[in-house]
């Protein structure tokens, strides 16, 4: 997953689209992200101690990562990402790229 947790993110479809946000978590094994500000859902929550009130609670659900795209830091619109490698012989690092500016992310 070329999405990780810090990145800015812009939303490509559904009902946030074109919101940015950050990447709050990863969740790599379902292919999804949690994004700062955006898929906000509410939820009904049962109140904890007897003679309490239950609340109603909004909070960010995960959206999946081929609906995110990154954000370019030069030009601010969604990119696609890629590798590549620095250095020589054993210390080479793959570095992440936004593929059209080649700006380092």
């Known amino acids: 997953m070329k999405i990780k947790k810090g990145d800015t993110v812009i939303i490509t479809t559904g009902k946030d689209r074109g919101k940015s946000g950050k990447v709050i978590r990863s969740f790599p094994k379902k292919h999804e992200v949690l994004v700062?500000?955006?898929?906000?859902?509410?939820?009904?929550?049962?109140?904890?101690?007897?003679?309490?009130?239950?609340?109603?609670?909004?909070k960010p659900m995960p959206i999946p990562v081929s609906n995110v795209?990154?954000?370019?830091?030069?030009?601010?619109?969604?990119?696609?990402v890629g590798y590549i490698r620095e250095g020589e012989g054993a210390k080479t690092k793959k570095v992440r790229v936004a593929r059209p500016s080649g700006e380092k992310i």
């Open 36 to 58: 700062d500000g955006v898929h906000i859902v509410s939820r009904h929550q049962k109140s904890k101690k007897a003679g309490s009130q239950g609340q109603i609670v909004s």
């Open 69 to 80: 795209a990154l954000k370019d830091p030069k030009t601010d619109k969604p990119v696609r």
